[in-house]
């Protein structure tokens, strides 16, 4: 089984600080919402955001939407053998069943995510697709790689220099084997060194600087050709 978490997510509603800033105000009155129920965006809160702490490390949530679809729409998701977690940069931990259907347009997406953070899960009722929990990120990690054997991989710049074929070489072939892959969804910036402790082993996948989904994409391929979940999809069809 493969499990992503989606590391430091710039994922959060307006802090308290920005809500009274004009630009804020007036993308909140376009909106037809107040100042704190919009999810913060570079894109449309840049500039109030210039002074912010760590500013730069913050509000991108279209980092988790392309990887959300990247990851969710594909094989192995649908195969049964991945599951996907954001880790909040105020160390929650958004549980996302992979069952969920999200929308693919992206207003809609930013949506649902407001809703999310404000109520704490989707739906209200019934079983959750979404889910904000006070699980720390050290304590989900322990949970998925309690089995023998598990590898815990970061993909983060400075780590040990792999190929795709190296990668393969480091996955196991037997799907009941826990991987975990932490890969950063932020824009600038290195992990805490909290964060990196917690995997066992880090690489680099590329001399340059790669998008979340564009990682995402080479981890889903690289283990789905190792388990040989396309093969075991076509044979289930049968």
């Known amino acids: 089984m493969l499990h992503v978490i989606l590391l430091n997510c710039a994922l959060e509603l307006v802090p308290r600080e920005l809500a009274s800033k004009k630009e804020v105000q007036r993308h909140a009155n376009k909106r037809g919402k107040k ?17 912010m702490h760590d500013g730069l490390h913050r509000g991108r949530p279209d980092i988790v939407f392309h990887s959300l679809m990247t990851l969710l729409e594909s094989p192995l998701c649908k195969g049964g053998l991945l599951t996907v977690h954001l880790h909040l ?20 997406f930013i949506g ?8 704490g899960r989707v739906p209200l009722e019934g ?15 322990s949970t998925l790689t309690e089995e023998s054997g598990s590898l815990s991989l970061l993909a983060v710049e400075g780590g040990q220099r792999t190929t795709i074929d190296a990668l393969g070489t480091m996955i196991p072939k037997d ?24 995997f066992k082993t880090h690489l680099e996948l590329d ?7 564009h990682v995402c994409g080479e981890i889903l391929w690289t283990y789905s050709l190792k388990v040989g979940v396309i093969s075991q999809r076509y044979n289930e069809a049968v």
Do not use: C
Not at 189 to 198: A, E, I, N, Y
Not at 207 to 213: G, H, L, R
């Open 127 to 141: 079983k959750p697709l979404l889910e904000v929990t006070e699980m720390a990120l050290s304590e989900l990690i």
């Open 175 to 198: 799907s009941s084997i826990p991987v975990v892959v932490g890969i950063g969804a932020f824009p600038y910036g290195d992990f805490p060194d909290t964060t990196k402790r917690l």
């Open 89 to 108: 940069q105020d160390n929650r931990v958004i549980e996302i069943n992979p069952e969920v259907r999200l929308p693919r347009n992206y207003d809609r």
């Open 35 to 51: 100042s704190r129920e919009l999810l913060l965006d570079q894109t449309h809160h840049g500039r109030a955001m210039a002074k």
């Open 112 to 119: 649902l995510i407001e809703q999310l953070l404000i109520k």
């Open 207 to 213: 001399k340059e600087i790669m998008m979340a989904w």
